[in-house]
């Protein structure tokens, strides 16, 4: 049971941080607060599809943590080496780089929110637009 735990810890960890950034963007009325739960939402889907790149986890339980170097030829060829898949990898390296595009432009979008109604609580935002 313990060893099943500690194989899926980073599973387990993204869907806690998933939890907290949804609790954030549901029930915070401050936009900017709202983008801090919508950026912890995105590292929580980063870090489950990292992990499903892990070719590490499950019975290879022994490999955690260790680092993918081929330390062997023979290994490979029978399998016993495991590797990180390097293609989820490269995907949310792009990913990272357009949510960082993404949070800019919503910045940008709370300043002038702020600059026409004087607030950044959605609720009086509501409110003043009638």
């Known amino acids: 049971m313990l060893t099943k735990i500690i194989a ?9 941080l998933f939890c907290i950034g949804l ?4 029930t915070k009325t401050n936009l900017i607060k709202k983008l801090i739960g919508l950026n912890i939402i995105e ?9 499903l790149g892990d070719a590490r986890f499950g019975e290879n339980i022994k490999y955690w943590g260790r680092s993918p170097v081929i ?9 016993k080496e495991v590797m990180i898949n390097p293609i989820p990898t490269g995907l949310i390296l792009t990913a990272i ?3 960082v595009s993404v949070t800019a432009f919503a910045l940008s979008l709370a300043v002038k929110l ?3 109604y004087g607030t950044l609580d959605t ?3 509501k409110k003043l637009r009638g």
């Open 8 to 16: 899926n810890v980073d599973f387990i960890f993204a869907i806690i």
């Open 23 to 26: 609790y954030g963007v549901a």
């Open 43 to 51: 590292t929580s889907v980063y870090l489950f599809f990292i992990a």
């Open 71 to 79: 330390m062997n030829i023979a290994d490979v060829k029978t399998g």
């Open 97 to 99: 780089v357009v949510s």
């Open 114 to 116: 702020y600059e026409h």
């Open 123 to 125: 609720s009086k935002i």
